[in-house]
């Protein structure tokens, strides 16, 4: 795929998007969930031990 914009999700364009060629598809409810995404990131930091920059 060329020219995907920035933040957008590629998955499979075949039956229930199970397989298939690459398409742009939609994002979940829970995964345009920031509050649920920040805490994932803070999750991630505890459990490596490695902290990152935050924007």
Known sequence: MAD???G???G???FLEGRGAPKL???S???RD???ARR???ASEVLTGVR???R
């Open 52 to 54: 990152f920059p935050r």
């Open 29 to 31: 409810k829970t995964a």
């Open 40 to 42: 994932l990131w803070t």
């Open 25 to 27: 598809v939609g994002r």
């Open 34 to 36: 920031g509050a649920l």
């Open 4 to 6: 995907v914009p920035g």
């Open 12 to 14: 499979p364009s075949g």
């Open 8 to 10: 957008a999700y590629a």
